[in-house]
């Protein structure tokens, strides 16, 4: 893993941009995992406004919600298909053929998770997942105790979860309980992780994840397996963390190595 500690989250979400930007240089047909929530919101916007300065373009660039409620159509202003529709896709010129999505009405569940994964997978795979982080170390909507290497499922949403959304449906009927989401193992499967997080109510999760052990009761604690996790935080979020000055050490001279190795041949 490695811990990028940012000073605040506008520049948490440039590190994020700038690294997608570089893969996007190097591969033109970019599968990228999509999140949502408060937190990956200044990554759309950085990448729009990479977009609009034509630095970017998306028309080959493929992308996979990573879940969404079940039971809510995809124009529903709380689904997730609407947030990224809003958030992102309307701003850049993805093609539709190219924006995939979890259907929150399905007509079978199972076949529908299943089919997700095998269009992941018929695209060459995520090259890139973004990811957020719940206070309770949840990503997805893996939440705490899910199986590290579960697949895309339908998972039954917390008290929290529900209770945290209720001011948001005047139809009180319409409050999701379930939702369908990636799983750990599907997640773990992308070339690249970015986790993102931001701000003091995270930095509990975000110490856990990276210097705890690895269970299923922090589920993003799994990242510490992945070989190309990157974990991108800003000073209130790593607050927590027992290594930082280490972290900010290796990510000041991760990038010298060539230098240093062509300095010593010459002597
Ligand atoms: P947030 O959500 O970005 O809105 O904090 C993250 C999550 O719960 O995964």
Partial sequence: MEIIIKKDYHRMCGEAVKLIHQS???????????ATGKTPLGVYEGLIRLYREREMDFSEISAFSL??????????????????????????????????????????????????????????GIDIQILGIGRNGHI?????????????????????????????FLDKKQIPRYCLTMGIGTIMESRMILLLAS???????????????????????????HVQAKIIVDEEAAGQLERKSYYR??????????????DKKTK
């Fill in 140 to 168: 997805g909507f893996n939440e705490p105790s899910s199986s590290l290497s579960s697949r895309t499922r339908v998972k039954t949403l917390t008290q929290e979860t529900i209770a945290a959304n209720t001011p948001f």
């Fill in 67 to 124: 879940d969404e409620y079940l039971g809510i159509p995809d124009e529903h202003p709380q689904s997730f298909a609407f947030y990224m529709q809003q958030n992102f896709f309307q701003h850049v010129n993805f093609k539709n053929e190219n924006i995939f999505r979890l259907d929150g009405l399905p007509d079978d569940i199972e076949a529908h998770c299943y089919e997700y994964e095998e269009k992941i997978r018929m695209t060459g």
């Fill in 249 to 262: 050490w290796v990510y000041e001279h991760k990038d010298n190595v060539d230098d240093f190795l062509a």
């Fill in 24 to 34: 996007w240089q190097k591969k033109k047909d970019l599968v990228l995992g999509l």
């Fill in 199 to 225: 701000g003091q109510e995270k930095s509990h999760a975000i110490r856990q994840s990276i210097e705890g052990p690895i269970t299923a009761t922090i589920p993003a604690s799994i990242l510490q397996l």
